[in-house]
């Protein structure tokens, strides 16, 4: 076994290792956390508005939705763009990745859900064909 001391945030351990892998670890001296102070009670907050209902989707109509949770970096398209299968609608930021976010088929932009900055969930409807 090889001893070794590592320090982690200030606080330094005492680390064995085997050659089989098997690590076994332990603080030197543990951190003593501080006492919170203790605060007034917090004025209670206005309820919060209703979200807004989703519009519903005509009959017929392809709905782009997200992928992935993300944040909206920008929109390519607006109502009443003719749009064609490939055609990159817009950018989602996800997991510190820019991702493309394409047209799946023809047709004309009826509804734009969705602005720059906002951020959605998976599943929501962004843009509306």
Request: aromatic letters at 2%; proline letters at 10%; zero cysteines.
């Amino acid at each position: 076994m090889k001893k070794y001391t590592i320090t982690v945030n200030g606080t330094a351990y005492e680390v064995e290792v085997e050659e089989a892998g098997v690590v076994a670890s332990a603080p030197k001296a543990a951190p003593k956390a501080a006492p919170a102070p203790k605060a007034a009670p917090a004025p209670k907050a206005a309820p919060a508005p209703a979200p807004k209902a989703a519009a519903p989707v005509a009959a017929g109509a392809t709905t782009v939705s997200a992928p992935m949770p993300g944040k909206v970096l920008s929109v390519n398209v607006k109502a009443g763009d003719a749009v064609k299968s490939g055609d990159v609608l817009l950018i989602l930021e996800a997991m510190k990745m820019q991702n493309e976010i394409m047209a799946p088929a023809d047709g004309t932009v009826s509804d734009v859900r969705v602005s720059a900055g906002q951020t959605v969930a998976t599943g929501d409807v962004m843009i509306v064909l």
